[in-house]
């Protein structure tokens, strides 16, 4: 979880790996009224996002129901949005990706194909309500080289 750029994707894909688990993209899971709004500029309200949050919250269970782990994507700005999430799996570990403003401004511009442009970066630090310390969260800091990130959550993950 955490902004635009801090790395989810390409955290969570090689976390999924290392742990042999499923992998889901909850930027796929977007209905394409949000996509368009987001590539028009125009940040997502809670009642837009709802939907999506239920989206990736029903593939986690039915993953989990099927006896599979699963890594997924999701901004989880909030910690209603974490709560939300939660109801769909009681055991969620969030694993939060954090940066500055100005680095996620810098590596969301970068991006080529993406409909989310760096302009909502702000927005998105404006509702960003860190987890707290009685959430399942770890945080870990998103400069960081990928492969270091996933080595350090597998450690934390298998210890817990």
Request: hydrophobic letters at 45%; aromatic letters at 6%; one cysteine or more.
């Amino acid at each position: 979880m955490g902004v635009a750029g801090c790395g989810k994707s390409a955290v969570g894909i090689a976390l999924a790996a290392a742990l042999g688990v499923a992998f889901v993209e909850g930027d796929r899971l977007h209905p394409t009224e949000n996509v368009a709004r987001m590539a028009r500029g125009e940040p997502l309200t809670d009642a837009l996002r709802e939907g999506w949050l239920d989206a990736i919250g029903e593939r986690i269970s039915a993953l989990a129901g099927k006896g599979q782990g699963a890594i997924a994507t999701c901004s989880a700005l909030k910690r209603t949005y974490r709560e939300r999430l939660r109801g769909f799996a009681r055991d969620i570990v969030f694993l939060y990706l954090e940066i500055d403003p100005a680095t996620a401004r810098q590596r969301v511009g970068s991006r080529k194909g993406h409909f989310m442009p760096a302009s909502l970066v702000d927005s998105q630090f404006a509702i960003l309500e860190p987890p707290a310390g009685d959430e399942r969260a770890l945080t870990f800091d998103a400069t960081r080289p990928v492969a270091d990130l996933v080595a350090e959550a597998v450690r934390i993950l298998a210890d817990s």
